[in-house]
């Protein structure tokens, strides 16, 4: 299967920081933004085991869920029109007069967009919500929100190389289904820390998430645990709850851009940077730590800041 993405894009940016010289500590971010333009971050991982399967099962298409400004809406359109793949969206909440930009684009693409019911998407990973899905659209391969399954685990585990597993002590990332922390989780050095970033009003509900993932994967529960001795959560950086900013957040991303060319979004990544530097700040970190931080892409999410309320 023949890759829409670059992985050779996704260098090792260094950044440098009076604060983190300081602290004694280096940072590096691992720009997984880079490899597409569109298909890009941690999506392209967790789509692309899921796309493989489809096709080996012979299906023509992809169904999945997402909100108007889901970065896997954004690129599982992008990825469908790639491979040849009809996809269809099912989207959260009532049809708006206008699109969003991300929900434009899935359409350019190709994909099919249904709208439902806040309190019907609630139901959608039960089995008669699914039996629904099947009778009113057919065969399809079906992905759940943020394509966050066993496959799209599989390929979060791909998301360290080899440099990544020998070069630092400790990775961060933020989480929003906890997939990516799991697949991280899973393919780390025994001797590594895994930091997790929740961009949740309260984000201590991720542990259970990353350790139901894990479980599902290994289906063992001592090995569950051996790998959650590993992972930190940091639920505190979530400034409001999942899409929300403050004034704050926004200062920091634009901040982060001109100081160290770092392009960051006000859902994932701008939350997980502001949190690191806040502990690299609080001298959380042993000196001589290396940190790596991943950057998952999400960067069309900043059209939406005029569409959010502070």
Same mark, same amino acid.
């Given at each position: 299967?023949?890759?829409?993405?670059?992985?050779?894009?996704?260098?090792?940016q260094?950044?440098?920081?009076?604060?983190?010289?300081?602290?004694g500590?280096?940072?590096?971010?691992?720009?997984?933004?880079?490899?597409?333009?569109?298909?890009?971050?941690?999506?392209?991982?967790?789509?692309?085991?899921?796309?493989?399967?489809a096709?080996q099962?012979?299906?023509?298409?992809?169904?999945?869920?997402?909100?108007?400004?889901s970065?896997?809406?954004?690129?599982?359109?992008?990825?469908?029109?790639?491979?040849g793949?009809?996809?269809i969206?099912?989207?959260?909440?009532?049809?708006?007069?206008?699109?969003?930009?991300?929900?434009?684009? !899935?359409?350019?693409? =190709?994909?099919?967009?249904?709208? *439902?019911?806040?309190? +019907?998407? %609630?139901?959608?990973?039960?089995?008669? &919500?699914?039996?629904?899905?099947?009778?009113t659209?057919?065969?399809?391969?079906?992905?759940p929100?943020g394509g966050?399954?066993?496959?799209?685990?599989?390929?979060?585990?791909?998301?360290?190389?080899?440099?990544d597993?020998?070069?630092?002590?400790?990775?961060?990332? !933020?989480?929003?289904? =906890?997939?990516?922390?799991?697949? *991280?989780?899973?393919? +780390?050095? %025994?001797?590594?820390?895994?930091?997790? &970033?929740?961009?949740?009003?309260?984000?201590?509900?991720?542990?259970?998430?990353?350790?139901?993932?894990?479980?599902?994967?290994?289906?063992?529960?001592?090995?569950?645990?051996?790998?959650m001795?590993?992972?930190?959560?940091?639920?505190?950086?979530?400034?409001?709850?999942?899409?929300?900013?403050?004034?704050?957040?926004?200062?920091?991303?634009?901040? +982060?851009?001109?100081?160290?060319s770092?392009?960051?979004?006000?859902?994932?990544?701008?939350?997980?940077?502001?949190?690191?530097?806040?502990?690299i700040?609080?001298?959380?970190?042993?000196?001589?730590?290396?940190?790596?931080?991943?950057?998952?892409g999400?960067?069309?999410?900043?059209?939406?800041i005029?569409?959010?309320?502070?």
């Open positions: 299967m023949n890759p829409p993405v670059d992985l050779t894009l996704a260098l090792l260094p950044v440098v920081d009076e604060e983190i010289r300081q602290a500590v280096s940072l590096y971010v691992k720009r997984l933004d880079a490899i597409h333009p569109h298909i890009q971050g941690n999506k392209w991982f967790k789509l692309k085991y899921n796309i493989e399967h096709i099962q012979g299906h023509d298409t992809l169904l999945t869920f997402g909100g108007a400004w970065n896997h809406i954004y690129s599982t359109a992008a990825a469908g029109r790639y491979y793949l009809k996809t969206g099912i989207i959260r909440g009532e049809k708006p007069e206008m699109l969003s930009t991300t929900l434009q684009f !899935a359409k350019s693409c =190709g994909m099919q967009l249904e709208f *439902i019911s806040r309190l +019907a998407y %609630e139901e959608k990973s039960t089995e008669d &919500f699914k039996g629904w899905l099947y009778d659209y057919g065969s399809f391969h079906l992905m929100e966050s399954n066993f496959l799209g685990i599989n390929g979060c585990m791909e998301i360290l190389d080899s440099t597993k020998n070069a630092f002590d400790i990775i961060c990332c !933020a989480a929003g289904t =906890g997939a990516t922390a799991a697949g *991280i989780l899973l393919s +780390a050095k %025994e001797t590594q820390k895994v930091f997790v &970033f929740p961009v949740f009003k309260d984000g201590r509900f991720i542990l259970n998430e990353i350790q139901n993932h894990l479980q599902y994967f290994l289906m063992d529960p001592g090995a569950t645990e051996d790998y001795k590993n992972l930190t959560v940091f639920p505190d950086y979530g400034f409001g709850g999942y899409a929300k900013w403050t004034v704050e957040l926004i200062d920091f991303i634009e901040s +982060a851009n001109s100081n160290y770092l392009p960051l979004d006000q859902v994932y990544t701008g939350k997980m940077f502001y949190g690191l530097m806040d502990l700040r609080q001298g959380h970190f042993i000196k001589g730590s290396k940190i790596l931080a991943i950057h998952t999400g960067l069309q999410g900043l059209e939406s005029n569409s959010i309320s502070v």
